[in-house]
């Protein structure tokens, strides 16, 4: 007789529950943003590289990580950030991101204080916050910004 093996049988259950997670974040911030195959995007942060590769999958050819363009040229026009540290790689990404822009970010903290923080930070750049949308992995934030460089020579 075959003993089943329950450990096995869960850790399976379980990296395809992280991927499918993964997966519906994805489809979120895709949705969020009005991300379109024609459209360049960056990703910063700690998960770059699995939303990477995700959008790869779906056909998305314009994509790039911050950490393989060590010259930011403001020239994406789609952001997306998901990272344990939020704040810094949503720094990183703006240097890459053109005047007319939208970011989406992944906050996992379930601290309200954290999200209003983000949500400030978004503010101080230039972006106007247009929807939040929880998901098995946290709260997917998106923002967007019209114009950025008037305001900027204006201030």
Known sequence: MVEPNFASDFASASASDVASDLEQVVDTMITLTRLSRLDGAIIAGSESKELYL????????????SSTFRMPRRQYAVGLIAAQDALTALHQACAYLGTNAAVAVLIES??????MKVREHLQQIGFRVEAGVRCHRGLVLSASR???????AAA
Do not use: E, I, W
């Open 146 to 152: 019209q114009g950025y460089a008037r305001m900027q």
């Open 54 to 65: 995700s959008l790869r999958r779906r056909g998305f050819v314009r994509v790039a990580t």
């Open 110 to 115: 379930r601290d309200g204080k954290f999200c």
